[in-house]
């Protein structure tokens, strides 16, 4: 008969799990009493306390995960001592589970606790800067009006990022010596675009096209700078994305469609693009993200986008909380597309292992 292997060795860890709860209470109370009494505002005081009192309330309760860590070790050597392994093998396996957790936990409390405590050093003043809830209050209508030309700002580059990116791509794989010209143009432009800045990019669209006096492009409007410039940058990243696309269809497609008297332009247009377009759509997604984002820099040429209207509330109060409510609402925007980019990611994946 076959003997089994031994239980793995859980004490040591459950040990560890322990001694850095400890730690973690002793870290709480000592930098919570510290930041305490360098607080001279009474009601920032009562905050300290509270979060000291939470701060311990988790530390006990990270304590609690690595207490059964431990009876569970003990559990595991008891065993193992009366042979009965694969009991051991289990307590082991939980315990080691638990003790991870409360690592985990341990970090959690750490980060969390610190973070809050840094807000009531010197009184508060970080929070005062950053998150006074009045001047949040006072400016939020406006910064959020004045969100509405990053979304417009946006969506209209995105559309037309769509378009040039994909006539980047098709151009950049024009095939035979009849497409060098192309490829050579569309791998330039792409190489120049992805080197330069996109703050750049907008600093001599925005204020080089007004100087040329050229017919209807010297007169737009900041807005239609800012979307000219965003457009330009991002088309080439998108490019790159369509290139991808339809690198990764197999050549058999490809050959397929040919033998069968379709040419190269119908080929791509009916068989090749639809395939690589839905591959695509994932890094499409978190392309516009970034171009989202990357839409509050057209407040360097003069464009009343959020950033702006928060500028003018921060430079009047000397203080940056108008500004902080424009990170939240890039946030509130951003991360619930970013959670879409990644099921759609995930969804992707498990298509292709399917």
Known sequence: MQRL???????????????VSLILLFMVGTLGGAVRDGITDPSLTTISLWLIVLGMTGGALVLLLASW???????????TRDQEVLAARASAAASRQSAFVAFGFT????VVFGFLQLLLLNDGKLQQTFLQWQLMRDSAVDVVRAFAVNIKLAVISQALVLVLGLILAVARMAPGKAGAPLRF????YIDIMRAVPAIIVLYLIGFGLPLTNLPILAGLSPDWFAIIALTLTYS?????????????IHPSQWAASRSLGFGYLQTLRWFILPQAIRLVVPPLLSAFIALQKDTSLVNVIGTLDAFNQAKFYASSSFNLSSVSVVAIVFVVLTIPQTRYVDWKLSRANKRMRG
Do not use: C, H, K
Request: no cysteine; aromatic share 4%; charged share 10%.
């Open 185 to 188: 143009m569309a791998v330039a």
């Open 236 to 248: 080439a990243y998108v490019a790159e994305i369509y290139r991808s696309g339809i690198v990764s």
């Open 107 to 110: 970090l959690a409390v750490i």
């Open 69 to 79: 860590s431990m009876t569970l070790a003990v559990r595991a050597n008891r065993q």
């Open 5 to 19: 292997s031994p239980a793995p060795r859980a004490l040591p860890i459950a040990s560890a799990a322990v001694g």
